[in-house]
Every structure is written in structure tokens, then in C-alpha cells.
């Protein structure tokens, strides 16, 4: 009875008040509470059985799939990405809307949606066609440097510019985990992941990206990147 009551009152709580501990939903649609947070084996904060269960999203089929395709294929973004943003960003939920106003798939800002021509946010087709667009467009402005397009994606160009990398926001870094951990399929920052380091110390894309990309024009606001939105920021 006394652990029953325990379970009672952890599961009453707001999650928020449990420190590390969230709701996520499965593919499944099954709901599971897990911990998220705290020092991580080898991580930046993550716990490494929410890092396992996301490198087993890799690359999931959805009902998106033919979308995602269409749109990869045109801007020439490898869809195994796209499929990691959205994994990452809404748990391919179309509905889904931040405390911060991203919306949608791949959590659009307004902003954003309005930079790449996206008149209704919520669908998926724009959603996607425009997260899709914006990744096009980190692809070239980053030369194709994985790590650098996500950190933008999420804490914005500017950021990114000003900090010359991975800006030094506990969000921003866990959502690169997060998001190169689904996109390799394996744990990404931890003891035997998928990293690359050339001999200059960067780290480059590998897994994806056959091509560059197109040489895409400069879309409206490049010039001020530090009033850019941040789509992926909650």
C-alpha cells in the first residue's frame, strides 16, 4: 500500500516538479514517464535511456514519409535529417505548439513560416516544405556542417555566428545531441557514438548529404541574422 501511495503522488505531481522527469509518447501512441536530465553517462545532460530510445526513432516511417520526400528531394536535403528535426521537435505530431509559438512538425516560428513563404503553419505540407527550406538554406550557409545547421535551427543563425559554433545554451547543445543521436541511430557525444573529427578539429556531416545542396538565393533578413526567429527554441 505504501508504494502504491508513492506511485500516487509522484504521478499527481506536476512533471515539472519531479526534477529530470518528462512524458514522452512512444511510436506506439503508449505514453511512458521518463527521466531526462541529470548527468548522463558520457553526455552533456541527457539520460542515457532517453538517448537509446531516441537513437531507435531513426529514420521512422509516418504518414509524412511521402511529403518529406518530395521536399527533400527538391531542396536537396537528405530526409533521414528531416526526419530527425521533426522526431526531435514534435514527435511528428502536426498539432504541436511550444510555450515559445513553434508550431507544427518542425515547430516553425512565425517568423520563420512568414521568411519561407508558409501560409498555414499547421499544415503539414507547408510545415515540413518550409523547415525543409530553412535547412536548405544552414545546409549552404554552413557548409554542410551537421552539428552547425541544427545549432541554427534551434538557437538561430545569429547565435550561432556570434558564438562561432555551438552557442553555449544547455538547450541548444542537448537538442544536437538529441537530434544527431536520431539521425546516426546510435548515442551521439557519449562513449562510442558517431563523431567525426578531421585533423582542423571541426566536425563535418557524415551519414547524409550526397550533395551540397543548391546555391540557394539569400532569403529576406539574412543581412540581420541577430533578428532572425528561432524555430526550434521553446
Not at 505548439?97 to 503553419?121: H, N, W, Y
Not at 547565435?159 to 542537448?174: H, K, M, N
Request: proline share 7%; aromatic share 6%; charged share 20%.
Amino acid at each position: 500500500m505504501r508504494r502504491l501511495a508513492l506511485l500516487t503522488i509522484v504521478l499527481l505531481m506536476p512533471l515539472g516538479a519531479v526534477a529530470g522527469v518528462k512524458l514522452v509518447e512512444r511510436p506506439d501512441g503508449t505514453k511512458a514517464i521518463v527521466n531526462d536530465g541529470g548527468p548522463a553517462r558520457g553526455g552533456i545532460g541527457l539520460r542515457e535511456s532517453t538517448l537509446q530510445w531516441l537513437a531507435n526513432q531513426r529514420n521512422r516511417t509516418s504518414r509524412f514519409d511521402d511529403i518529406i520526400e518530395r521536399h527533400a528531394e527538391f531542396y536537396r536535403v537528405d530526409p533521414v535529417l528531416v526526419r530527425a528535426v521533426i522526431q526531435v521537435e514534435s514527435n511528428f505530431d502536426p498539432r504541436c505548439v511550444s510555450d515559445k509559438g513553434a508550431r507544427g512538425l518542425m515547430q516553425l516560428m512565425p517568423a520563420t513560416a512568414k521568411r519561407f513563404k508558409v501560409t498555414d503553419i499547421h499544415d503539414p505540407d507547408q510545415n515540413i516544405r518550409g523547415g525543409i527550406a530553412f535547412l536548405a538554406h544552414l545546409q549552404v550557409l554552413h557548409a554542410g556542417n551537421l552539428q552547425l545547421i541544427l545549432a541554427s535551427y534551434n538557437a538561430g543563425e545569429g547565435a550561432v555566428s556570434r558564438y562561432g559554433g555551438i552557442p553555449p545554451y544547455r538547450e541548444t547543445r542537448e537538442y544536437v545531441q538529441k537530434a544527431l543521436t536520431v539521425y546516426h541511430g546510435r548515442v551521439w557525444g557519449a562513449p562510442g557514438a558517431v563523431t567525426i573529427r578531421p585533423a582542423s578539429g571541426r566536425s563535418k556531416l557524415e551519414g547524409g548529404f550526397t550533395n551540397p545542396g543548391p546555391k540557394l538565393p539569400p532569403y529576406a533578413g539574412v543581412a540581420s541574422v541577430s533578428a532572425l526567429s528561432r524555430p526550434g527554441s521553446r
